[in-house]
């Protein structure tokens, strides 16, 4: 029996466990008031001019940027806090040694004394939403619970929400419980925990969208990659995309590389001058989740989960993704870029050069060129400032976005951000040593996680901060999915990143990476041949397309050479990282270190 009886929006739903909920939850928040999110125009038209009146949105200049709008965070709030991140199960063998863990009883205890109250004065907005299409077999429904207009205008463009996901749900349909307070953004009451055992996400005391947005990272991903292990099929952080050939045969790759290390700019990339002879067209189903299931064929097809893009702005303009600048042009949100007086935006690496004057993203006036007092540039856009926008805007889009059955895939690439020691491209030799590969990458620290930049993190799969339960059983449900394909998707790593002993990179990137990804789906159907090294199959350098680039034969032989000594110093270092897992890590990608590190010796 509850008491506390706030203002309430009444709920098209006959959902007795959902209504229960709610009511259980805003007992605990005590919000003067609950809004229903019903996903109409109307109630978006109204949500924006609250939120702007609030002062939490800015509108911005609606002739040059209609339907877009400005949002800064608190400047403790900028990124994905890894470290105030758990998963809460039973036991502790359950998260395993790479996530931080909690204890459900003690996680809901604590957090529950941060959200009790945490509303008053404030509105409730419950957000009934579907990660992938409506009634999708692939699909999963949440509810999130949330005091920030803010999140329910992101999670209006990130995923399919209103009334239409509650009638999909019914009367008694599954879906995660997810709760979401800014409370008083006191980092010392910051918590995002994930209760897979309970399909339960609370995140209290961040407003920064990687920890409140909770159909993302932590229900696609943390929740979902749980879910996966129990239901037999693969929660991905990996981007999607086809490749389309002048016949109109259409090929999909799915890639993970660590957040803010090109996932974006390799989905929406459009074909160089120097392959538009050839007629090649790219499609965007997805930027950064993927979504797997073995069909009835005996292949593996994906989907995106999401519907919009969460993508890093700074480095962003029209030579590294034109796409994403065209989709970014109306009904999007920035967050904690620099804003100019005309009411535009800015952000370093964009298109336009600095302005003379704006105010930078902790809301202080700001020149270029200007200091702190250590004498370090200010920067007008924070490092990992963002933009939020639909996918159907992309020009690239595919029209299997929305297709209930996804997308087969023929190639997964795994890839990261190393100046040394991988090359180019890759293909492993089976898909077992694939798994190994995807096991033991590694990328240089960027500014969309906590930490120092430029540091070496090793990151299987590009999923360290996003696998709901043990690593090492993680690895075992990719070898256990691999036993159960009929037709096996082969297995590659890329490095745009290798530079040069001046500090120069070797490969364009950009545009030019269709040049590997042609390499790539010629390796799947095999027509091409390649060279066998230690660690896999790497092109012979008459087999890349290269024309219309600039590269020479030594800087072409520089980026497919494999330097054993700094293989064998990387061997060590895979070495220190599987034995974190201990007795737990699958016995095959033991051997498969071990292989390779005979190859490398001999």
Partial sequence: MFFYSPKETKPDTKHLELMRWVREMASLCR?????????????????????????????????????????????????RTEHLTYICT?????????????????????????????????????????????????SKVGV???????????????????????????????????????????????????????????????????????????????????????????????LIMGIEEPNGHVEYVAAAFPSA????????????????????????????????????????????????????????????????????????????????????VWWEDGDEPAPSEGIDWQGKPWKPGAKNEKGEIIKGAHPNSRFTTPASQC?????????????????????????????????????QHGVYVGATMASERTAAQF???????????AMLPFCGYNMADYFQHWLDIGGRLQKKP???????????????????????????LEWILSRCNNSVDAAKTPIGYVPLPESLDMTGL???KEAIKKLIEIDRFEWLQEMESQKEFLKILGDDLPEQIWQEWEAQNKRLAE
């Fill in 144 to 238: 999130e619970l949330t005091d920030s207009i803010y999140v329910v205008l992101n999670m209006r463009i990130m995923t399919r929400i209103g009334q239409k996901v509650l009638d999909y749900l019914g009367p008694e349909g599954d879906f995660t419980k997810c709760l979401h307070s800014k409370a008083d953004l006191d980092i010392e009451k910051r918590l995002i925990l994930h209760f897979p055992e309970d399909n339960t996400i609370w995140s209290v005391g961040s407003g920064y969208g990687g920890n409140v947005l909770l159909g993302k990272k932590c229900l696609s991903l943390r929740i979902a990659s749980y879910l996966a292990k129990q239901e037999g099929w693969l929660a991905e952080h990996m």
């Fill in 550 to 552: 600039n590269l020479s």
């Fill in 261 to 344: 290390c090109g996932k974006t700019n390799l989905a929406m990339l459009i074909p160089p001058d120097g392959l538009k002879v050839k007629g090649y067209k790219i499609w965007t189903v997805g930027d950064d989740i993927a979504w797997m299931r073995i069909d009835t064929d005996g292949a593996l097809w994906a989907i995106n989960p999401e519907s919009g893009f969460f993508g890093v702005a700074p480095g962003t303009n029209s030579k590294s993704n034109p796409s994403a600048m065209a989709t970014i042009k109306k009904n999007t949100i920035f967050t904690n870029v620099l804003l100019k007086k005309d009411f535009t």
């Fill in 490 to 516: 082969k297995i590659f790593h890329v490095n745009w990143f290798r530079m040069d002993e001046n500090g120069k990179f070797l490969w364009p990137g950009f545009g030019e990476n269709l040049r590997i």
């Fill in 395 to 431: 020009p690239s889009i595919s029209f299997r976005l929305e297709h209930h059955h996804g997308v087969p895939i023929s190639a997964i690439i795994f890839g990261g951000r190393r100046q040394h020691v991988a090359p180019l491209v890759y293909e492993s030799f089976s898909w």
């Fill in 451 to 461: 930490g120092k930049e430029g540091e070496v993190r090793r990151d299987p799969m």
């Fill in 90 to 138: 039973r036991k502790k063998e359950g998260a395993g040694p790479t996530n931080n863990w909690m204890l459900p009883k003690e996680a809901y205890k604590k957090a529950g004394s941060y959200f009790r109250g945490a509303m008053r004065g404030r509105t409730m907005y419950v957000i009934p939403f579907s990660m992938g299409p409506v009634g999708s077999p692939f």
């Fill in 31 to 79: 919000p003067d008031r609950i809004v229903w999110i019903d996903g109409s125009e109307e109630e978006k038209k109204r949500l924006e001019d609250e939120a702007v009146a609030a002062g939490e949105i800015v509108r911005l200049n609606q002739e040059k940027l209609p339907g877009c709008f400005y949002h800064r965070t608190a400047v403790n709030d900028v990124a």
